[in-house]
């Protein structure tokens, strides 16, 4: 769930990385290391995610670090570069400490934080993690009305946003306000 991203090529790129579903913060998440993608490493790794950040964005580099959220789970804070020799020069260390002190805040906001049950923490309300919510609302109506799984629904959804050139949280809230029919999400059956 992304929290916010600044500048707006920032959130276009976490969005890009939704899009296609993997990518250099996926990695940090699932793996619990950092994770440093220069521009050579992100076309071998994730070459479509690569060509679109390279297209759509002026960053050439990520440098994904993992997050601890104690009971909360876990999640990654993505810094991008734009150029791939930058990434020599971030101190890892001070990054890290710098990933541990988000990391510890949004674990205690979410513990001691006041806050209803039903609502959540304050931070979950702003518009960068309302829109993700939005696309997981989409994906649960796509897996609804299709009579799919969740997995095929955000592929559905995805192969809809890589088509269309576009971030999947678009297609997503075209599907939400009724602009694209779900019908045009289904997978074609063999005859």
Avoid: K
Wanted: negative net charge.
């Amino acid at each position: 769930m992304p929290l916010g991203a600044a500048p707006e090529e920032a959130a276009l790129a976490e969005r890009l990385q939704f899009t296609v579903g993997t990518g250099p913060c996926a990695s940090a998440e699932s793996c619990r290391h950092p994770v440093f993608a220069v521009e050579e490493e992100m076309l071998r790794r994730w070459p479509v995610f690569a060509g679109l950040l390279h297209r759509e964005t002026p960053y050439r580099a990520v440098v994904a670090l993992p997050l601890e959220l104690g009971l909360s789970g876990s999640a990654a804070i993505d810094l991008y570069f734009r150029r791939s020799a930058d990434v020599a020069a971030l101190d890892v260390f001070e990054a890290m400490a710098v990933g541990e002190l988000v990391g510890s805040a949004l674990s205690d906001a979410a513990l001691w934080s006041t806050w209803r049950a039903e609502r959540g923490p304050d931070w979950l309300h702003g518009p960068t993690p309302q829109e993700r919510t939005a696309a997981w609302a989409a994906v649960d109506r796509i897996a609804a009305e299709l009579g799919v799984g969740p997995d095929t629904a955000v592929a559905l959804l995805r192969a809809r946003a890589y088509v269309l050139g576009v971030p999947a949280d678009q297609v997503a809230a075209d599907v939400r306000s009724g602009r694209l029919p779900v019908s045009d999400l289904q997978v074609p059956t063999e005859t």
